[in-house]
């Protein structure tokens, strides 16, 4: 327990200032860095889980798709001006390096589409006629699983002026939900949750970390309404909006967690890999993430200006 807490303490401040680094500077290229490696070591390891399985999926084909994709985000796709991330916008305008069409810049919600008609195409490739569509429809789940989350979350940091803030925000409300239902539940766990997919986690733990999701999410608004000087009010006017939209990250941190579980008790594996001293693997540490990015996409698309 000591080594794994310490640890992810350790990766929390960590990230913290890679994202301060890239604040400071006014760049993303730290945290896009950060996305393609992490995007990277989870294809590795979903394919390993796969292949345990006997089940086909194209790991080059998603290493290129990675690349392109983070790629895309970080050089050509304008940031989210969808919903209530217009207004956070205010005044900023994003820095592009070189001149494309417009509507080249608007295409990153339909990239499930292309990745559906690419995947499509290359399975037509393959002699194994039996594995055509499990084939397909594996390598568009891990796109729409683990790829695209990763991409949205680059995207989001991409936000003039607040989209920092709003990565700081996924990330307390993420991980000291997991820290909460860690802590609490090994202390007053007693009913299970799911144990089919997971012997560990209580009921117990997952409230409790719902309860420091919220607190996460309501001290990174104020902190980042006191840094930036109001910025985010135009949108979140009270430091406790933070605190309602935490406990929603919450529950799809936790629900990211047991999915990615079900994945490595179908493998019949502990960990997701080794990659990661004294934790596990790359999948360990972004599992409670797989969800978050879309959801604030969803909920900040839907939110009344």
Request: with cysteine.
């Amino acid at each position: 327990m000591g080594k794994r807490f310490l640890f992810g303490f350790s990766m929390f401040f960590a990230l913290v200032g890679l994202l301060a680094l890239d604040h400071y500077a006014n760049v993303t290229w730290g945290f896009f860095a950060l996305c393609l490696l992490m995007c990277w070591g989870g294809v590795y390891e979903m394919g390993r889980m796969f292949r345990a399985r006997g089940l086909p999926l194209d790991t080059g084909l998603l290493y290129i798709t990675v690349a392109v994709v983070m790629c895309y985000v970080q050089l050509v796709a304008e940031p989210p001006r969808i919903g209530a991330f217009a207004p956070l916008w205010g005044d900023a305008a994003p820095n592009h390096l070189f001149w494309v069409p417009v509507s080249f810049r608007q295409l990153t919600l339909v990239m499930p589409l292309a990745a559906a008609v690419i995947y499509s195409l290359v399975g037509l490739t393959r002699s194994d006629v039996s594995n055509l569509s499990p084939r397909i429809n594996n390598n568009l789940g891990m796109f729409l699983y683990l790829v695209l989350p990763i991409a949205v979350i680059l995207w989001i940091r991409r936000v003039p002026t607040t989209g920092e803030w709003l990565v700081y925000f996924l990330l307390a409300a993420s991980r000291l939900g997991d820290v909460g239902a860690y802590l609490m539940g090994s202390m007053l766990g007693r009913h299970k949750l799911i144990p089919y997919l997971s012997k560990g986690k209580t009921i117990e733990g997952a409230l409790f970390g719902l309860l420091f999701s919220a607190a996460g999410g309501a001290l990174a608004f104020y902190w980042g309404d006191w840094v930036t000087g109001g910025a985010l009010k135009r949108v979140f006017v009270e430091w406790w909006y933070g605190g309602i939209l935490g406990a929603f990250v919450g529950i799809a941190a936790q629900a990211g967690d047991l999915v990615e579980s079900g994945f490595k008790r179908a493998a019949g594996i502990k960990d997701s890999g080794h990659l990661v001293p004294s934790f596990g693997g790359v999948m360990d540490i972004m599992d409670n993430f797989m969800l978050t990015g879309p959801l604030l996409i969803l909920v900040l698309a839907l939110w009344p200006t």
